[in-house]
């Protein structure tokens, strides 16, 4: 073999290495974007952040811009403008929002300001806190340059007042009364990114913070596991710190699904332990893992949530549960 002949070989191998490699990279890194969020209101949320996933928009911005949806529309009688007052006609909104870094945001019992998602997310990138709450949440809000708007609207007060009459609370959640929507994405890069955003339960006490703006409770994120995000009452959510444990049984290996329903198994069997009623409580997880898998169970039927996938129709699913 002359020195022609031999240069002709090695350059020809070393030309072919970078396409082989470009060819195995791709065909191992295949990520298919989705958009999961709790209750039927989640079927326009979701496809509202798929929309701009499609666009290439990142999980944060896509999900931030479908929660807000929701915040926005007087109609939805539980989070955002228009949601139900507590017991002394006051609604107080709370959220938080994680990406896949582990960047963090929340904000609790804020009066006077819609889009509380967006409020959680300044916290995260314009503060060096990760929470808070109130008035100071309100006036940070103020500087920021939120809108100030009464969240009473008038089917809110007449529901108001009409509690008045016995002022019973009746911590009751389902369809009715379904107090949270919990939105979680995996985009284009597969990045994940969630928020959560409530006025929580209708004429709750004065200064109750139920579990959605808790990070590890309400939403959690781990960009190389997966994502979860809960509704339901606050208060059980809180006890096992349910989003993160999801979360850390998809990390032992379990499904979406299988995660989830392990989550509501343990809020389970801590009403056992403690001999408390469970009559009409409910609680319901979501889950996304890195692969775009997804998962969803509830303790009693009628909790659904919603599921947008790339190219796919929005499905709205009646998740299972461990009651009948």
């Given at each position: 073999m002359n020195r022609n002949d031999f240069l002709k070989i090695i350059t020809g191998a070393t030309a072919a290495i970078p396409f082989l490699s470009?060819?195995?990279?791709?065909?191992?890194s295949i990520i298919e974007p989705v958009s999961i969020a709790t209750w039927r209101f989640g079927v326009k949320t979701t496809a509202r952040a798929m929309d701009l996933i499609k666009e290439g928009a990142s999980a944060l911005d896509a999900t931030e811009a479908?929660?807000?949806?929701?915040?926005?529309?007087?109609n939805e009688?539980?989070?955002?403008?228009?949601?139900?007052?507590?017991r002394d006609g006051k609604v107080t909104l709370d959220a938080c929002c994680m990406d896949h870094l582990g960047n963090i945001g929340s904000v609790a019992a804020v009066e006077d300001?819609?889009?509380?998602?967006?409020?959680?997310?300044?916290?995260?990138?314009?503060?060096?806190?990760?929470?808070?709450?109130?008035?100071?949440?309100r006036q940070f809000a103020i500087e920021m340059g939120f809108d100030i708007t009464n969240l009473m609207?008038?089917?809110?007060?007449?529901?108001?007042?009409?509690?008045?009459?016995?002022?019973e609370y009746n911590p009751h959640v389902n369809v009715e009364n379904h107090d949270t929507i919990g939105q979680i994405s995996l985009d284009r890069k597969g990045h994940l990114a969630g928020f959560c955003t409530t006025s929580g339960m209708g004429f709750k006490m004065r200064g109750r913070v139920g579990d959605s703006p808790i990070i590890g409770a309400g939403l959690y994120v781990d960009g190389d596991i997966g994502a979860a995000t809960a509704t339901g009452h606050g208060e059980e959510?809180?006890?096992?710190?349910?989003?993160y444990r999801v979360v850390a049984e998809m990390a032992r290996g379990l499904s979406?699904?299988?995660?989830?329903?392990?989550?509501?198994?343990?809020?389970?069997?801590?009403?056992?332990?403690?001999?408390?009623?469970?009559?009409?409580?409910?609680?319901?997880?979501i889950a996304i893992n890195?692969?775009?898998?997804?998962?969803?169970?509830?303790?009693?039927?009628?909790?659904?949530?919603?599921?947008?996938?790339?190219?796919?129709e929005p499905q709205l699913i009646d998740a299972n549960s461990l009651l009948s």
């Open positions: 470009f060819g195995r990279k791709n065909n191992s479908g929660v807000k949806i929701c915040e926005a529309d007087p009688r539980s989070v955002g403008l228009g949601g139900r007052p507590d300001i819609v889009h509380v998602s967006s409020l959680a997310r300044a916290v995260m990138e314009r503060t060096p806190h990760v929470m808070l709450v109130g008035d100071g949440a609207v008038p089917d809110s007060e007449n529901e108001w007042n009409k509690w008045l009459e016995k002022s959510v809180i006890r096992v710190v349910g989003s979406p699904q299988i995660a989830c329903e392990e989550a509501v198994r343990k809020i389970h069997q801590f009403f056992i332990r403690r001999n408390a009623s469970m009559k009409d409580t409910q609680i319901g997880f890195k692969k775009g898998d997804v998962g969803g169970f509830s303790m009693r039927p009628g909790f659904q949530y919603a599921v947008n996938k790339l190219g796919k």
